[in-house]
Antibody
Framework: EVQLVESGGGLVQPGGSLRLSCAAS????????MSWVRQAPGKGLEWVAN????????YYVDSVKGRFTISRDNAKNSLYLQMNSLRDEDTAFYYC????????WGQGTMVTVSS | QSVLTQPPSASGTPGQTVTISCSGS????????VYWYQQLPGTAPKLLIY???QRPSGVPDRFSGSKSGTSASLAISGLRSEDEADYYC???????????FGGGTELTVL
């Protein structure tokens, strides 16, 4: 069974940092584009970042450029999102998604930025 | 304000056909594939249509996608109560070098 499991969410103060992880199983991880997509409470989906198979290409939505870093470890079938300088507006459910076009989704992890 | 424009809501009765539109521009829909996602209440999104009109295995043929110029549509025929969900269109935007989503359409089955 193909599965993506996110972890690392939680409550953090504005300006703080958090690192999200996504463990993949049953998926040809090393040959897949991987992405992070977020959803603020009661709002729509927003793509955050994606990374190609070997990590040489990374793209980010403008609002997180310079603050978030996406990375992967193919040996561990894992995807990461390092989030620094967090803002209130980063509060959202963060989903890990695999495939060229978000073919597979995890269940998400909640990030709350609040003082 | 989303780059791709969807109606915020749609509705239909069981058995009917409902169509959800997605409007973009030449830098996204006009030049790239369109994808559709279904998000049932309280769950993660699920890929419904890829590359404009292709269905992943397991998606009923009641769901169909189409694209013309800078617009796309998702049609759901034989509407069922379990189709009540939020539906999102998405695609790559060449000008932004970013994936963009529509604002989502909440489908109600009356």
């Amino acid at each position: 069974e193909v599965q993506l499991v996110e972890s690392g969410g939680g409550l953090v103060q504005p300006g703080g940092s958090l690192r999200l992880s996504c463990a993949a199983s049953g998926l040809s991880f090393s040959t897949s584009w991987m992405s992070w997509v977020r959803q603020a409470p009661g709002k729509g989906l927003e793509w955050v970042a994606n990374i190609n198979q070997d990590g040489s290409e990374k793209y980010y939505v403008d609002s997180v450029k310079g603050r978030f870093t996406i990375s992967r470890d193919n040996a561990k079938n894992s995807l990461y999102l390092q989030m620094n300088s967090l803002r209130d507006e980063d509060t959202a459910f963060y989903y890990c998604a695999g495939g060229d076009a978000f073919d597979i989704w995890g269940q998400g992890t909640m990030v709350t930025v609040s003082s | 304000q989303s780059v791709l424009t969807q109606p915020p809501s749609a509705s239909g009765t069981p058995g009917q056909t409902v169509t959800i539109s997605c409007s973009g521009s030449s830098s996204n829909i006009g030049n790239n594939y369109v994808y559709w996602y279904q998000q049932l209440p309280g769950t993660a999104p699920k890929l419904l249509i890829y590359r404009n009109n292709q269905r992943p295995s397991g998606v009923p043929d009641r769901f169909s996608g189409s694209k013309s110029g800078t617009s796309a549509s998702l049609a759901i025929s034989g509407l069922r109560s379990e189709d009540e969900a939020d539906y999102y269109c998405a695609g790559w935007d060449d000008s932004l070098s970013a994936w963009v989503f529509g604002g989502g359409t909440e489908l109600t089955v009356l």
